[in-house]
């Protein structure tokens, strides 16, 4: 029988050369194993250079483009043309929540700041979740398509007028609202109505459609986000979270979409459904487009130019005959990934705050982590109170392999005096071991397996602490004000280093010199990418380690070993 825990080091070793080389190639944009390419920033296109065409005037089952100048669509003035200008106007509207900026070109939501949130890249400033900035391209749009030939119906790109009206929530109101309108010359009027709610991110969007021309027309809606293909800004290099659409429906549930297949024109999602929803998601946030169920919906995604993608929903809405009206509300979602709000709002929408393959446990370990901080009123404390509970429901099976490793650091020095007398005959050497292992009831795998067993449940945490929103700006104690943000000054991760060390002197020690060596060159490796991990990740590590010490080394004392 081979050393099984020096086959188990090599492994976690290998492994962790594996995701420190895929760190620095997300860090340096090639492609790595788990998230794909990490993209430079987009370069802002050259004066003059031409854009992708805009929604087909005729119906023609093409994607819906996103890009900021129309193609040759009749009734929409290209880009820089006089009338372009003259209709484009900015409108802000602020609520105690949200101060967001429309382009009357479209009616288009072209900037939203999230007033509850600093931006990490400059505090004291909201965080800017949409935005038309530099290489920065966000936004959210909608506007009408044809399925038959006919009039060119009012698009994300139609110059509308701006109703008045107030453009600051008052102080006794639950909402505000701001309209846009056009009507065409073939007499298709639309207004729609952005209404912002107090306390909340969920908007309602309506379109008012009527028909004042001499023809039916078939209408669709189309309900779209365009964004650049970049990671938010300061996005760290030594853990990955997705960036892009996603799109869900009851049949195939959550389905994120990567950038990069879109570019090649290999995006795999659902294309039709009765139900489900389209969104934009990255690390905290995310913005999203729904409609009632029982609303036949098509889905779509593209890319429209450079270094921008649109995932869109088309609905129809059916014949509108000439003199009709017809009305139609979605709701547009743009906030943080609040877990419980999001469950409220549409099915499978708080999938969006991504858990990957540990969902099933990290869901209950986040309600857990609520409630404790309902009755402590600090996250950090909660971090602290959970790794505490899940500790004491781990205990005896913690004790059990504590006291199995204990065992085996007894035996070393017996262990080692076998390999170097039978170091030329390896199964005689191999006998004599599993005599002793007899002798002495020890289990070679028994401080293996019961740790294994509980590492889903740790990495479920890691992935609660790294996708909750509500880390960001949370303080602990003294130094450390944000929990999402890296310690400013390295104790907690000096902290983590030191603990990690002193468990591999607790630990029994390898027989063979090198694999001894490499068990204290290993926390070494692991503390240095902790320096670049958030405040509340290496305080979870660092408790976890602190009581892991303490029962290791109460079961060392109970049994008479000692840390040499």
Not at 106 to 129: N, S
Not at 136 to 147: P, S
Not at 163 to 180: N, Q
């Amino acid at each position: 029988m081979t050393d099984i825990r020096r086959t188990l080091l090599w492994v976690v070793f290998t492994m962790s050369l594996v995701l420190l080389w895929d760190k620095w190639n997300a860090h340096t944009g090639q492609p790595t194993i788990f998230g794909g390419a990490t993209r430079p920033a987009a370069q802002a296109p050259a004066a003059g250079s031409a854009a992708p065409a805009a929604p087909a005037a005729a119906g023609v089952p093409q994607p819906i483009s996103g890009a900021e100048t129309p193609g040759a669509a009749a009734g929409v003035p290209a880009e820089g043309s006089a009338a372009a200008a003259a209709a484009a106007e900015r409108v802000t509207v602020t609520t105690d929540a949200v101060r967001a900026t429309f382009d009357s070109r479209g009616g288009t939501l072209v900037g939203l700041e999230l007033l509850a949130f600093d931006d990490a890249q400059a505090p004291g400033r909201p965080v800017r979740l949409m935005a038309q900035e530099g290489t920065r391209m966000y936004m959210a749009q909608t506007g009408l398509i044809t399925t038959s030939a006919g009039p060119a119906l009012p698009n994300h790109l139609t110059p509308m007028r701006v109703r008045p009206g107030p453009r600051e929530l008052a102080k006794d109101a639950r909402e505000v609202s701001v309209s846009f309108e056009t009507t065409g010359s073939d007499g298709i009027a639309v207004i729609k109505t952005y209404t912002l709610p107090r306390g909340r991110y969920d908007i309602t969007v309506t379109h008012e459609l009527s028909n004042a021309g001499s023809a039916p027309v078939e209408a669709q809606l189309y309900l779209q986000l365009a964004r650049d293909g970049n990671p938010p800004p300061g996005e760290s290099s030594f853990y990955f979270t997705f960036t892009g659409p996603a799109v869900y429906t009851e049949a195939k549930k959550f389905q994120k979409i990567d950038f990069k297949d879109i570019a090649k024109g290999d995006a795999k999602h659902e294309r039709n459904a009765d139900e489900g929803w389209i969104a934009m998601v990255q690390h905290y946030f995310a913005s999203a487009w729904l409609l009632q169920a029982g609303q036949a919906r098509e889905f779509r995604s593209a890319k429209v130019g450079d270094d921008l993608y649109t995932v869109a929903m088309v609905t129809p809405l059916g014949l509108l005959e000439p003199g009709a009206t017809r009305k139609h509300s979605a709701t547009l979602y743009a906030g943080p990934q609040q877990e419980y709000v999001l469950a409220e709002l549409a099915p499978g929408l708080d999938l969006v705050k991504d858990y990957g393959w540990f969902t099933i446990l990290a869901k209950p370990l986040f309600w857990l982590l609520t409630q404790l901080y309902g009755l402590i009123g600090n996250w950090g404390w909660a971090i602290v109170a959970l790794v505490v509970v899940l500790k004491i429901a781990f205990y005896w099976l913690n004790a059990s392999a504590y006291r199995s490793m204990a065992k085996m650091k007894a035996v070393g020095p017996r262990l080692t005096e076998l390999r170097e007398r039978y170091k030329d005959k390896p199964q005689q050497m191999q006998q004599e071991m599993m005599r002793i292992y007899r002798e002495e009831k020890v289990n070679p795998l028994g401080g293996c397996l019961p740790i294994l067993v509980q590492m889903p449940f740790f990495i479920a945490l890691y992935w609660v602490l790294l996708s909750s929103v509500e880390m960001r700006n949370a303080p602990w104690i003294g130094w450390i004000r944000d929990l999402s943000a890296i310690d400013p000054y390295f104790i907690l991760p000096i902290l983590m280093t030191a603990s990690s060390m002193f468990q591999v002197w607790l630990n029994p020690r390898p027989p063979d010199p090198m694999q001894a060596k490499l068990m204290w060159f290993m926390p070494l490796a692991f503390g240095v990418m902790f320096f670049f991990f958030p405040a509340g990740l290496v305080l979870y590590w660092l408790t976890n380690n602190i009581l892991s010490i303490a029962q290791q080394w109460w079961i060392n004392k109970r049994l008479g070993v000692s840390g040499k």
